[in-house]
Structures are given as structure tokens and as C-alpha cells.
């Protein structure tokens, strides 16, 4: 006998899915569905649109000023450990100014554990703010614990993973703005996208992690991050105070990244060692060896077309 399943473990990762996300899941491992941003043939093209649509659905959902305000990682956890690292491990301070970062009891391990190992490390200071009994923060103890010029961030959950209270964010972003306008917001939403209205222009939030297998009902292993112009980078090519953890892919145009590199010439150089490699040289006095002849007869030796080599061994049964 059959038993049906009663799923209780939403807040953990939502199921069912939506079936039109069954549905593309299904689409994007059927069909080539390109690179985004790493070729100009069609489908790599079609990708990025793809994926600036997405951008522009996440935008709207929490009325960021731009799509491309949004960057995309594999959750929560992924963007709050960017956003953390970004801002603290990878800014010196001057002996003895640790920065400050304001959080509350209520933190999922996302936000915990890295502020803790930064803490450890002699980088940064943490205020931990009370909750009352009910499981909610005070907006003017977290504003008052900020409004200190140590003071770098307000890392706090939006909606508590263990309780489910959904914290007054935009009473405390909107006393950050007022009181402490040097310290940046950063939001956990991985319980709250989706389930919650955000806005975060309102809400005068500097960074929101999301998590896409939750209320957005995508699947494992998706999410992003909201990061306002302030927090990351600037246009004309200057940082903000939150540093990229990572470099490499298409990253756009900004100072310290792919300029730095003078692509033309570390280009040649690499193409230059590659071909070498291609090419190797027997050493001198060493007689060439004889071709093994092909078998005149029997099967005639078999391309290794499943390890991704069928190009170079038709070749070399060809020659
Ligand atoms: C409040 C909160 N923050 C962060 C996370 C981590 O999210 P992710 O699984 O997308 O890394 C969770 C997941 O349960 C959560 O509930």
C-alpha cells in the first residue's frame, strides 16, 4: 500500500515545485542552452537573455533600481559569505580599529558562522542584539548599537528560520539612513523572498541574499543577491566598500580586474606555451620511431569517440 507523503519542510526547501520550473529544469538539460555572456554565436546570446530576464523578474520583485543590481549564486549562504568576506576580511583596518558588525540572536549559520570566524580572526567585532521573548528585535536597540563610527554593518535576518517572525526591517533601514547612513544593511531573505513584500529602496537595504529553492519554488542549489551601487562598485570603475571574492569569467569592466591584465599580450604568451606544449621536441640523437601499421585485417581500431577524443583519433586512423 501506497502511503502519500505529507511534505512539512518548506522554510527548510519547498516541494512541490512549481511545474513550469519541472519544466524548464527539463528544457535546459534537453537542448544546448549556451553560456551566458561567453560567446557571440546565438545560443550563448539567447542564454544572457535569459538570464537578463531573470535579473529583471528578481529587480522588479524587490524594486531594485536596476537588473543589473543583481548577481546570481548557488543561495543565501553563497551571498551572505560574498557579501561578509567582501567587506571585511578584504579591507585592512589599521591595528587596533576592528570594524564592527551589529547582528541579532536570531541568526541562521549563514550569517553566524562567517561573522564568527572573522571574529576569531581579529577582524571584526560583533554586537549581538537580544530579541524579546517573542522573537522580535528592537529597531532602535540595532540603530543605537550602530550609530558608533566603528561600526561597518547591520547583518540581520529578515524572517527567523526557527520562529518564523518577520523582523521590522524597514523601521531599522529606515534608522540606519538616518542615524548611521555610513554603515551598510545587509539582509538575510532567505526566508523572506518571495513570502514577504520587499522593497528595498524603501527598506534602505545595501545587500539581500535570496535563496532560490524556498518560497521562490526554483530548485537546490539557486539564489543570488541584491548589492546597491553604494556597496559594490561604482560606475566610473571605483570599488565600494564590498570587495569581490571572486574574479575571473566575463566580470565587467571595473578597476582591478581585467584591465590590470593587458589581455593582448598575457593572451600571446599563453597561446605561445600552448602550442609548445602541442609540439614536442625529440630530444637530439634519438631515432624516430617507426608507425605502427594499421591491421590489414579485422576491425580497424576504434575512435575513442566517448572520451571526447573522436577528432584526433580519426586523424590518426585516417593518416
Ligand atoms: C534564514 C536563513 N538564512 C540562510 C539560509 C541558507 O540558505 P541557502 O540554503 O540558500 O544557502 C537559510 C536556509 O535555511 C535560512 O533559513
Not at 48 to 76: F, H, M, Y
Request: glycine fraction near 10%; proline fraction near 9%; charged fraction near 20%.
Amino acid at each position: 500500500m501506497q502511503t502519500e507523503l505529507t511534505y512539512l519542510d518548506n522554510a527548510s526547501t519547498s516541494w512541490p515545485k512549481a511545474p513550469s520550473v519541472a519544466q524548464a529544469m527539463l528544457e535546459a538539460v534537453q537542448n544546448p542552452v549556451g553560456n551566458p555572456g561567453r560567446g557571440q554565436h546565438r545560443i550563448s546570446r539567447h542564454a544572457g537573455e535569459a538570464t537578463q530576464c531573470l535579473r529583471e523578474s528578481v529587480a522588479k520583485l524587490i524594486n531594485a533600481p536596476s537588473p543589473d543590481r543583481i548577481s546570481l549564486s548557488s543561495g543565501s549562504t553563497a551571498s551572505l559569505n560574498m557579501a561578509l568576506l567582501g567587506l571585511l576580511w578584504l579591507h585592512p583596518h589599521p591595528k587596533g580599529k576592528r570594524p564592527r558588525v551589529v547582528t541579532t540572536v536570531l541568526e541562521h549559520n549563514a550569517v553566524r558562522r562567517p561573522l564568527k570566524h572573522l571574529e576569531r580572526d581579529g577582524i571584526c567585532e560583533i554586537v549581538e542584539v537580544r530579541s524579546s521573548p517573542d522573537g522580535f528585535v528592537d529597531p532602535e536597540e540595532i540603530v543605537a548599537a550602530a550609530a558608533d563610527e566603528r561600526c561597518a554593518a547591520v547583518a540581520m535576518t529578515m524572517c527567523s528560520n526557527v520562529i518564523g517572525t518577520a523582523q521590522p526591517i524597514e523601521a531599522i533601514g529606515r534608522g540606519l539612513h538616518a542615524r548611521a547612513p555610513h554603515v551598510l544593511f545587509i539582509a538575510d531573505g532567505a526566508q523572506a523572498m518571495s513570502a514577504l513584500p520587499i522593497d528595498v529602496q524603501a527598506m534602505h537595504i545595501d545587500v539581500l541574499a535570496f535563496s532560490g529553492h524556498k518560497a521562490m519554488l526554483g530548485p537546490g542549489g539557486t539564489g543570488g543577491m541584491y548589492v546597491s551601487e553604494r556597496a559594490y562598485a561604482n560606475t566610473d570603475g571605483t570599488w565600494g566598500p564590498i570587495r569581490p571574492t571572486q574574479f575571473g569569467g566575463t566580470g565587467g569592466t571595473l578597476a582591478g580586474s581585467i584591465e590590470d591584465f593587458n589581455p593582448p599580450r598575457h593572451a600571446r604568451r599563453l597561446r605561445g606555451r600552448h602550442l609548445q606544449r602541442r609540439r614536442p621536441r625529440r630530444p637530439p640523437g634519438r631515432p624516430v620511431r617507426p608507425r605502427r601499421p594499421l591491421p590489414t585485417r579485422g576491425p580497424r581500431p576504434r575512435a575513442a569517440a566517448s572520451s571526447g577524443c573522436s577528432l584526433i583519433a580519426s586523424r590518426a586512423t585516417s593518416a
